[in-house]
């Protein structure tokens, strides 16, 4: 049996790797970043279901650590347990009950959040802890007596994580897929801009608060941006703008300018979701949702599946205009809207989600890493030269001069090679993966994607916007005949052309 000193020292070296992992840095994070983490996540609880399967203990030489490979939390005898702890409403108190269970003789291996159901509460965590049953009890009456703490529940083993790999078949359904990493926000993360400035802190939570009320089909709802926010906008927008000729795809500069012409985009106004969301339906059936911060890698690339792009709509913190430690409105709107109106850029984005339905874990992690490397800091070859096609690249101004610059490496995309690279967040990237067009990404993607195990295909029907599993003699036989009869459409077409040709 561990010592309580053994226990603390455990406790601390967690807690070190668990800020080390997720809170260090305070540049742009990563959806590499919550793959992994998942991963790891998943991975550590499944080594432990063996042993809880067999009522076993856990031993202390099998148990590792999910973040940063610092010793093991958990003591000999503990076992792992789910706990929910609802969060009155006011400002800040999430942030207090985090500082209360830290206290609790409780280890923590994986915290989510999400909104409250109950009257008087803002938020459920979700705690996924190590200890002795009587521990995790004793710790959930301490949390009980706090004044920000609403209601405690520790939750049955059976419910503490589902092993079914369960994934949106409809779109509707992306109501489920909010998972949001809270980590990174400003209240948590003390390298974030605003950690000390409360009054961002609140006008952002204001904002961020919409998309937890969102449901599928609403119209997003409009904000209306302060003079200070705008000037926010504005100065990066003017910046950004006076590069982008020299520095964007054309593709991006294309878009942009219908973006100011038909979408309201100019430094004066910032643009409203439900706008842009309306627009991008036009070009290429995307559409976006509005979301509370970072999500999980899992759940943001099934949203691209159904050409959804989850959006955030609070803007950066005005001290740090040139980029921001999380998404927002700037990243959004100058990054992404303009690639995902481009049909092969939409096509490569939705296949990634695709891609991610039902995928085990370490692929997700894969894909992630992916798209973090093309749609996030992707660069492309046009007419001789190095232009930049990544979202984060084309909304920071820093990032955009240093991309295109003879200073960081340039390496062609194979992904193959770009799904397990590794990535440094901590600085302006050391590597950039260029792509010779992105037809050819898309016929690279396809390559690696049929290399991934899945024991299924998926299709998506834009009819129904829905995923329709492809695993059956019965639904083989049906899309075989849509495809044919597409097929013959084509060949009428192709030999109407030629009769034409013909003739004149
Ligand atoms: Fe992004």
Redesign the pocket.
């Known amino acids: 049996m561990s010592s309580d000193t053994d226990t603390v020292k455990r406790r601390l070296a967690f807690q070190k790797s668990y800020s080390q992992e997720h809170g260090g840095g305070w540049r742009?994070r990563s959806l590499i970043d919550d793959a992994k983490f998942e991963t790891a996540t998943n991975q550590e609880f499944e080594r432990r279901e063996r042993f809880l399967s067999r009522g076993d203990s856990i031993s202390e030489e099998e148990v590792f650590v999910q973040n940063g490979g610092a010793a093991s939390p958990p003591a000999v005898g503990h076992k792992i347990h789910g706990v929910i702890v609802t969060v009155k409403e006011g400002v800040g108190n999430l942030t207090r009950v985090l500082r209360v269970i830290e206290t609790a003789k409780i280890v923590i291996q994986h915290i989510e959040s999400r909104k409250a159901r109950k009257k008087g509460a803002q938020f459920e965590i979700f705690i996924q802890c190590a200890g002795s049953l009587e521990g995790v009890t004793s710790a959930c009456d301490l949390m009980k007596q706090s004044p920000f703490v609403l209601d405690t529940e520790v939750l049955g083993e059976a419910e503490t994580e589902s092993k079914e790999l369960w994934f949106p078949r409809n779109i509707s359904e992306l109501d489920h897929c909010t998972h949001i990493v809270t980590k990174f926000e400003p209240e948590l993360d003390h390298h974030h801009p605003g950690y000390t400035d409360l009054e961002y802190r609140k006008r952002r939570k204001e904002i961020a608060d919409i998309a937890f009320t969102y449901r599928h089909s609403q119209a997003i709802p409009r904000v209306t941006y302060t003079d200070d926010e705008v000037a926010t906008w504005a100065h990066v927008y003017r910046t950004l703008k006076e590069l982008y000729p020299t520095h964007a795809c054309k593709q991006h500069n294309a878009i942009f300018k219908v973006l100011e012409e038909e979408c309201g985009y100019g430094p004066e106004t910032i643009p409203q979701l439900e706008d842009v969301s309306n627009f991008l339906k036009r070009k290429t059936g995307f559409q976006l949702r509005p979301v509370a911060g970072l999500l999980s890698a899992r759940d943001f690339l099934a949203s691209l599946a159904f050409r959804v792009f989850q959006c955030t709509q609070y803007i950066r913190h005005p001290s740090k205009p040139e980029q921001s430690p999380e998404?927002d409105c700037i990243?959004?709107l100058l990054?992404?809207a303009p690639l995902l109106a481009d049909p092969l850029f939409a096509q490569f984005s939705q296949e990634l989600g695709l891609l991610s339905l039902g995928a085990a874990d370490e692929d997700i992690e894969k894909f992630a890493t992916v798209y973090w490397f093309t749609?996030?800091f992707g660069l492309c070859k046009q007419q001789g030269q190095i232009r930049a096609c990544g979202?984060?690249v084309l909304s920071a101004y820093g990032e955009l001069k240093h991309a295109l610059s003879d200073v960081p490496e340039h390496r062609p995309f194979d992904p193959f090679k770009t799904a397990v690279l590794k990535y440094d967040d901590e600085d302006l990237q050391p590597l950039y993966v260029v792509v010779e067009s992105f037809e050819d990404m898309m016929d690279k993607m396809r390559n690696f994607a049929s290399q991934i195990k899945r024991p299924y295909e998926v299709q998506y029907d834009p009819y129904t916007q829905s995923v329709q599993l492809l695993n059956t003699k019965g639904v083989l036989h049906s899309v075989a005949r849509n495809l044919k009869g597409q097929l013959e459409n084509l060949q009428h077409a192709i030999d109407k052309i030629q009769a034409f040709s013909l003739d004149s």
């Open positions: 742009h998404p990243h959004e990054g992404h749609v996030e979202a984060a």
